[in-house]
Every structure is written in C-alpha cells, then in structure tokens.
C-alpha cells in the first residue's frame, strides 16, 4: 500500500474530539453491535466469548459504512463520507486514528493479520449502492457479492483462524448465496431505493419489463423469473455446504446456522409463491428454533431439495446442554 487516500470529506468529528483508549473502542464498537441486534449474525451467542470483541470491531466498521451510504448523509455527500471513512482505514494502517471503530479495527487487523484489502472491498460495495442502480448480467451481481459478501465470510475465517484458500472459496459460495436470497426477498424494499439487482438480461430472457416491477404486476413471468434466481441461489448453498466439514466447535455450527437460514429465506419466498414485488418474508421465533435444531440434528438432511413445503412443522427440542455439546464437540452431520 502507497500513502493514504486523502480525506475529502469531515465525518465522525465528535467522535474523534473525543479521547480513547482501546478497552474504550472496543466497548463503543459492542454498544453499536447490540443496538442494532436484528442485523447481527447468530454469531454473537455461538463465537467464543475471547473473540466476540472483534467480531464486534469488524461489524462496527461494515455498520457505519453502511448508515452512511443510505440513511445518515444526504445522498449528494454520501460517496465523499464514504470516501473518507475509507481514507480513515487507510492512515490507521499507518498511525493509530483517534476514532473508536479504527482504534478497535487495528488492533483487530494486527492480531489477526487480516488483509486491509478486505475492508476496502466492502466500503467499495457501498459506494456502488450509491452509485449503481442496475446490473447488466448475473457476473456483475455476483461481482458485486464478492466485495459486499465474501469479505465477511473471509474475516470470520481468519478471526478463527482458518486460512486455508480453498475454504475462502467455499465461503464466497455461502456468503454471495446469502446475498443472493437477501435480494429475492427484498425486491419490495429495493424498488423503494430504485435499485434493481435481479440481472437485466434475465429480465429480459423472461420479458418482464421495469415498469411492471415499479407498478406490482406480480405475472406468471415473473414468478418464473424469481424461481429461476431462487433455484441456482439454492444451488450456490449447497456447493458451499461442505465448507461446515473443515471446520470444528461453534464455527461449525454457526455456519449451519447461516446456510439453514439463507436457505430458509429462499423456502419463505417460495411459499409466498415468489411474490416479493409486495411482501417481504420474515422469520418468527419458531423459524430460527427450527434453523437451530437442524443445524444441531439433520444440516445434511435439510439441504435436500424439499419434495414438497410443509406449511408448519415443529422444531426439535434444543436445551441449552445440547447446544454447548455440540458447539464445543461438533455436530453431527
């Protein structure tokens, strides 16, 4: 890396008025975490507790690039304070930066060895959620998968330490799906932001046009065309799956929990008939019971294509035994 990028834009100025120590950083950057529990992976009850305060660095920093590319900057400012988020990362690789996120993300990077290229990879996806409305072929939604998603599941490896490239590649699998399905299911919520991430070449492969996206039409074209993205997003799942199998503990599990989940919101859009031009699906306490108990007894079983959808089933009986069992020894496949 050369010298650090300019910053164009003031952010964070209270912030970094403010004297911190590191103990400090760390506990500003859990408070952020926990305040905003529903984004927040399974992950903060499964990953050990010595790592948890990292974990929470690295959420800090994705949380705050994210607030600012859609709600706490005009959107005219929005590329300059993002440019300037990233211009912080940069000169903390050099010298300490007196703001709580950067204090705890360098000290994360440093006892982890974590590329910083990782970091800028998902500041470079919020930027193009400022700027990029539209994505020509599924290559370039997945392009943009692989700044906004993969990094994340690659920081969780190397936090566990896991470094091996051919698991970073099972991981892209898993967290670009993942990215995938939160699109399918958001479609409403996106066509509010007019950002549109289903490939328009597919949306021209099943003659649905823009217009009847922005106006509802929920046609047998476009059931069709979001079947089509739900099945090789199913598919894109289970190429990862296997990536649960090198690793141990509670990673295990808590990958388990990712797929099961991801799998869970494309299963939701199917039952919804593919409709998410006016609903988006969510999970209720039972579903994430349910996400539980078959990462802890049947993972295998649950990725089998379903023959046909219950329209409710009742979710094993997990005690809080069986979950430290399983996360410490490993579960069963």
């Known amino acids: 890396m050369s010298n650090p990028t300019p910053q164009p834009y003031p952010i964070d100025e209270v912030l970094q008025k403010k004297r911190w120590n590191l103990a400090d950083a760390f506990r500003y950057c859990e408070r952020l975490a926990r305040n905003h529990y529903e984004n927040f992976p399974v992950g903060s009850v499964l990953i050990p507790k010595p790592l948890r305060p990292y974990v929470w660095a690295i959420y800090a920093f994705a949380r705050r690039a994210d607030d600012i590319a859609d709600e706490d900057f005009p959107e005219a400012e929005r590329l300059p304070a993002l440019n300037a988020w990233q211009g912080l990362l940069e000169k903390s690789q050099f010298v300490p930066v007196n703001h709580p996120v950067f204090l705890a993300v360098r000290e994360t990077m440093r006892k982890f060895q974590i590329p910083t290229q990782l970091l800028v990879d998902l500041v470079t996806a919020f930027k193009w959620d400022v700027e990029v409305k539209r994505y020509p072929a599924f ?32 991981s892209d699998k898993i967290c670009s799906a993942l990215q995938l399905a939160n699109f399918w299911q958001d479609v409403s919520v996106d066509l509010l932001k007019n950002r549109i991430y289903i490939p328009l070449e597919d949306l021209q492969r099943f003659e649905v046009a823009e217009a009847e996206l922005f106006e ?73 019971a349910r996400i539980l108990g078959r990462a802890l007894f049947g993972f295998r079983r649950a990725l089998r294509p379903p023959k046909a959808e219950p329209k409710s089933d009742a979710a094993p009986v997990v005690t809080e035994k069986t979950i430290a069992v399983a996360a410490d020894e490993g579960t069963p496949p």
């Open 139 to 170: 290559k370039d939604v997945l392009y943009y998968c692989r700044h906004s998603a993969n990094p994340v599941g690659r920081l969780v490896l190397l936090l566990f330490g896991y470094r091996d490239e051919a698991l970073m590649l099972l």
């Open 216 to 288: 509802k039409q929920f046609t047998p074209r476009f059931r069709e065309l979001l079947r089509f993205q739900v099945e090789r997003t199913e598919a894109m799942f289970r190429e990862g799956a296997p990536l649960v199998y090198g690793t141990k503990g509670r990673l295990r599990l808590e990958l388990k929990c990712t797929v099961l989940g991801g799998m869970g919101i494309l299963r939701k859009v199917r039952r919804l008939d593919f409709n998410t031009l006016e609903t988006r699906p969510t999970f209720t306490k039972g579903d994430k």
